[in-house]
């Protein structure tokens, strides 16, 4: 990493390397977190970084007495300017003056749009007035979200004074930026990703980002910031838009179809027992109720196996994997498979994982049903972009397949420090090659 005229380097990650970095350089680095979402921040933060995220009941940014037994002072000062007051009484409008120049300009029936609370399916988008009951709701679904979110994150810069520290030493220790951007998580929910809403709100990030770059370049210098973009997950296209342009096969699963009267007769005549075997279904997974299971003597993969196999029948289940099959290793070897298994936990996990077929989910969001939701194994939702730059990095691109679980070990590697116990991804060679 580039030392430039001293100043200590910066790390913007998306990744969680914090508790690495702080043990590595015995305490010396500063590290944070910000995002719109309090899970976005907490778990990028990790256990020695502090974290802050933005608070809708606050319009601001607010932390947690784990971190700071009261808020730094700039964190008052910045939410006592009340930022988000700016989009009082206006509206989300599209960037472009020509709108011909959108991919997406021609957009045809979009019913499947969600019109939360007068936001309206289509532009503009008017986010109310200040002090209204959804208007920072609104701002989140909007690239006004990522705005907020990236002007506090350069105050902090500024206030914590990050790429800055000297020591008597001579040494240098690097810090740590996590920023979290979060509005496009909730635009595609709301409108899809083939939406004017998607693509005006990638714009707008794109601009947020070169600001915040602008600022890094002024405050610490880019040569001195490694930068690495990526995201956790894709996203679905949404069946209405497939069947505008003559899709036929995409549609959302009705979570009725799972209580089919046929399934547990079907049950029931196999144990006696039917409806009263299933306690609750979380997305992907049906949880049976264990004590009705034990009360009745039966053995419990042997229910699994019987819910999985009566689900495998309804229209739109790909796959019904159970939990004991998952345990024992007694999967296929397959991509979707391994996915499958690598989401299961012992204590937390279901009975039965279902995997729905391609382009066919359930359009549930927090109990609002939505026009697009992500969590699938199929390549629509796993595949994400991932970018590291700044530093010297020379410009090149792979095609081979990479992760972002990839991300922890190539930094660690870049900085010549230890793994992450939890790293399971490989180092990216050709970006620790770079710094050569």
Do not use: C
Not at 80 to 95: E, N, V
Not at 177 to 182: F, I
Not at 316 to 330: H, N
């Amino acid at each position: 990493m580039a030392k430039g005229d001293g100043r200590s380097p910066l790390n913007i990650l998306s990744s969680t390397l914090s508790d690495e970095i702080v043990s590595a350089y015995n305490g010396k680095s500063k590290v944070y977190s910000v995002s719109l979402k309090d899970r976005g921040a907490v778990s990028l933060a990790g256990e020695f970084g502090k974290a802050f995220w933005f608070s809708k009941a606050k319009a601001g940014f607010v932390t947690s007495d784990y971190y700071y037994d009261s808020n730094p002072q700039w964190v008052d000062n910045w939410n006592a300017s009340k930022p988000a007051d700016k989009y009082s009484a206006t509206q989300w409008q599209l960037m472009l003056a020509d709108t011909d120049n959108y991919v997406f300009a021609e957009e045809k029936n979009t019913d499947y749009k969600v019109g939360l609370a007068g936001f309206g399916k289509n532009f503009p988008h008017p986010y109310g007035n200040s002090g209204d009951k959804y208007f920072t709701t609104l701002l989140s679904l909007s690239p006004a979200g990522d705005e907020l979110t990236a002007d506090f994150a350069k105050t902090l810069i500024d206030k914590e004074q990050l790429g800055q520290s000297t020591f008597t030493d001579n040494s240098i220790a690097t810090d740590y930026l996590a920023v979290s951007l979060s509005a496009n998580d909730y635009v595609v929910h709301m409108y899809g990703p083939s939406s004017r809403e998607a693509e005006d709100n990638l714009l707008r990030l794109d601009r947020t980002l070169a600001d915040l770059f602008n600022y890094v370049d002024d405050k610490v210098g880019l040569e001195n910031t490694l930068i690495v973009l990526s995201a956790d997950h894709g996203a679905p296209e949404v069946p209405g838009y497939l069947h505008n342009h003559g899709g036929k096969k995409a549609a959302y699963f009705g979570l009725d179809t799972l209580k089919d009267k046929a399934i547990f007769n079907q049950l029931k005549a196999q144990f006696g027992i039917g409806e009263e075997l299933f306690e609750l279904y979380s997305d992907p997974y049906i949880y049976l109720d264990h004590q009705v299971i034990k009360a009745h003597k039966l053995n419990l993969a042997d229910v699994q196996r019987a819910v999985a196999d009566a689900v495998m029948g309804i229209k739109g289940i790909d796959y019904a994997v159970t939990s004991s099959d998952i345990a024992a290793g007694r999967l296929p070897d397959t991509r979707i498979m391994s996915l499958v298994a690598n989401n299961y936990n012992q204590q937390r996990s279901g009975d039965v994982y279902l995997v729905y077929s391609p382009k066919v989910y359930i359009n549930n969001f927090d109990g609002l049903k939505v026009a697009s939701v992500h969590g699938s194994p199929w390549r629509y939702d796993t595949h994400v972009p991932v970018f590291f730059a700044g530093a010297g990095i020379k410009p090149k691109q792979i095609s081979r397949d990479v992760t972002p679980y990839d991300i922890a070990p190539t930094i660690s590697n870049y900085l010549g420090i230890t793994l992450p116990s939890g790293a399971t991804g490989q180092v990216l060679t050709e970006v620790v090659e770079s710094k050569q």
